[in-house]
């Protein structure tokens, strides 16, 4: 799916379809140049307005979060706090009706665990349909498939239903354990290893190394990118992901820190400065992986989109 | 697949003999067909089996399950014993809320797909073309994207959308000497749709960008070439014949995603608009709906159950649909 694909064959020629532009014409530069260089100012103009209206709810997030609550609900819009108060943070994991530390603790084992385990599964999913031939290994492809087509948040009541029947209602195995068999891992993965150089594997191969070690001493170890994309990707999901541990962790011990950010918004008992610098905390680890491992992350939404 | 007969031909005639194989003798070919040439059956059920087994029980069970649980009048109970028939599914479908619920889907999508398609597409355009900090915008505008649903709902309904006087839309309001609007709990005209929208298109379009900037890469850049040797006008002639064209199975991906976004959406819906008192009458998608059928009050599971076949149900039949309109779903690779 990766190779560009042909034009469309309803769509004639370019060049062909609209008239009065057959003729190649030399254009003069000096009659470009001046609109050339008018459009490029506009869209850069045009770019810099989008950009900042983009960044206005990260720069709302730390000025109300570092306010006092009079100057946040003042009639008189401050553009910047009088003062920045950095003993928001502290009271915020002071205050005793909010579980914050806590919370981000869950979300940070919920996280890792995920990810590690999504990433240990569907690679081994992936690999093993890429490259060990087996009769009904179509049949198995397209029993991971079929559940593409039935999004997770859909079947959110079956699946709560057949983990309370287990009691894991409130617990961490009942949070992590469903999410972690993924297709769409799975698929990008098997996609990946179709890809990978078979002489790699045929050296490992003569070496006289079986499929196990094969993998894990020969593909794992050339396939860190994958790993790296799909692996950002999966903990940036876990860590914002909100319908299912709303569901799961009914009880204030099993909140995750989007549950506990939710049910101060919709409660109404705390204070917005409070609130904000909840949500700043929230997701001040996110922005780290991110920035950190930003190609990582486009990589692994390129291969997400278009490999769908 | 031609790359298993790949495989098996280059197993066969080169690959070295496993050293586990199995033994010679009386017992070989039954234990040859159970565990494959070389023990490849066994290994492939090593690699796959794990994710398989946990997708069924965790997909497959449940869905399986949820089907059997809506023939039966289950409330507060997963193992029912009232058999109801198809009464679960007559009641879904005659409730003015769970049809309301998929108005409000239409809707919701009617608004997020093309303004979502349009801004990233314009965005993926504008940084595809510049000479300089391009780096830098592309992540401004992917930034989003690490924010949560909860984060940046969080944002709008108590900053930017709140409805008393020092919400930041309020405020720019009060500048033109407009009035205030309370942005969530007006219904005529329906102003929190303009909240809920933007909420997503804010936090999406960075995503969707990065989709286009990397189809862009990918047309030859000799096309161009082609084109303005023709003559072809840069600007509007150049996107109408070359890029939107050759961007089509990334246009296709794009829609088919954000459909199925939109038809997921809760996060969001549910942290802008409920409050202590619970969730408001209007503007309820239909996993709004289904949360507070099957979890609410009533944990009417068999209902709920019913619901949740008939919305996987509708995503199937959809999903198939555009895949078909598209031209999808053909093989091609």
């Not at chain 1, 930003?294 to 490999?307: H, K, M």
């Not at chain 2, 509708?314 to 895949?323: D, G, K």
């Amino acid at each position: 799916m990766r190779k560009p694909l042909g034009r469309d064959p309803h769509t004639p020629a370019p060049g062909a379809r609209a008239p009065g532009v057959r003729e190649p014409r030399v254009r003069d530069p000096l009659v470009r140049e001046p609109l050339v260089r008018v459009g490029r100012a506009l869209r850069l103009v045009l770019l810099i307005a989008l950009a900042l209206l983009f960044l206005i709810p990260f720069y709302l997030l730390v000025r109300n979060g570092l306010s006092r609550e009079e100057d946040i609900t003042s009639a008189e819009w401050t553009f910047f706090p009088s003062e920045l108060r950095w003993s928001n943070i502290g009271e915020l994991f002071d205050d005793p009706n909010v579980p914050m530390a806590h919370a981000l603790l869950n979300s940070s084992l919920i996280a890792v665990a995920t990810t590690l385990g999504t990433l240990l599964l569907a690679s081994l999913a992936g690999y093993g349909l890429a490259r060990i031939p087996y009769r009904y290994a179509n049949v198995v492809f397209y029993w991971i498939l079929g559940t593409l087509m039935v999004p997770a948040a859909v079947t959110f009541v079956p699946t709560f239903v057949l983990v309370s029947s287990l009691g894991w209602v409130s617990t961490l195995r009942g949070l992590v354990v469903p999410t972690l068999f993924s297709a769409f891992a799975a698929f990008v993965f098997r996609q990946y290893f179709l890809g990978f150089p078979r002489e790699l594997e045929d050296a490992a191969r003569v070496d006289g190394l079986g499929y196990w070690r094969t993998y894990w001493r020969v593909v794992v170890p050339n396939s860190r990118p994958v790993f790296a994309a799909v692996g950002t990707i999966v903990f940036i999901g876990a860590w914002n992901s909100f319908l299912w541990p709303l569901v799961i962790g009914q009880d204030r011990e099993a909140w995750t820190v989007q549950v506990a950010l939710s049910t101060f918004t919709t409660a109404q008992t705390v204070n917005i400065h409070e609130l904000f610098v909840a949500a700043a905390v929230s997701i001040l680890p996110l922005l780290v992986v991110f920035l950190f491992l930003q190609r990582y992350i486009v990589a692994g939404v390129e291969r997400s989109g278009i490999d769908d | 697949m031609p790359q298993d007969t790949l495989l098996d031909q280059a197993d066969e005639a080169g690959g070295p003999r496993r050293r586990d194989a199995p033994p010679s003798g009386p017992a070989a070919p039954a234990r040859r067909r159970l565990l494959g040439p070389q023990n490849r059956t066994l290994w492939f059920w090593v690699f796959v089996g794990p994710f398989a087994l946990g997708l069924g029980l965790f997909t497959y069970v449940p869905l399986g399950w949820s089907v059997y649980l809506s023939f039966f009048d289950a409330h507060n109970t997963v193992s029912p014993t009232d058999f109801v028939g198809l009464d679960n599914y007559a009641a879904m479908l005659r409730d003015d809320a769970f049809t309301d619920s998929l108005v409000t889907f239409l809707v919701f999508t009617a608004f997020i797909v093309p303004a979502t398609f349009l801004l990233s597409l314009s965005l993926a355009l504008m940084v595809n073309r510049l000479r300089w900090a391009q780096a830098f915008f592309r992540s401004v505008f992917f930034l989003p994207v690490a924010c949560s649903y909860v984060v940046a709902a969080l944002i709008w309904k108590m900053s930017i959308f709140n409805g008393v006087r020092f919400g930041l839309a309020n405020t720019v309001l009060g500048w033109f000497g407009a009035d205030q609007i309370a942005w969530l709990s007006t219904t005529d005209p329906p102003w929190y749709w303009l909240v809920i929208v933007t909420v997503r298109l804010w936090l999406q379009a960075g995503f969707y960008m990065v989709l286009f900037l990397a189809g862009l890469q990918r047309i030859p850049r000799h096309l161009y070439e082609a084109a303005a040797v023709d003559g072809a006008r840069p600007g509007w002639q150049v996107f109408r014949y070359i890029t939107f064209p050759q961007l089509r199975a990334t246009s296709i991906a794009v829609t088919l995603l954000l459909v199925i976004n939109a038809f997921q959406a809760f996060d969001e819906f549910y942290n802008l608009l409920s409050d202590s008192r619970g969730y408001p009458p209007y503007a309820r998608p239909p996993l709004v709906y289904l949360y507070y059928t099957a979890l609410g009050q009533g944990q009417n599971l068999g209902l709920g159950s019913a619901g949740a076949v008939i919305l996987a149900l509708i995503i199937a039949v959809v999903t198939v649909a555009q895949a078909r309109w598209f031209g999808l779903g053909r093989k091609e690779d």
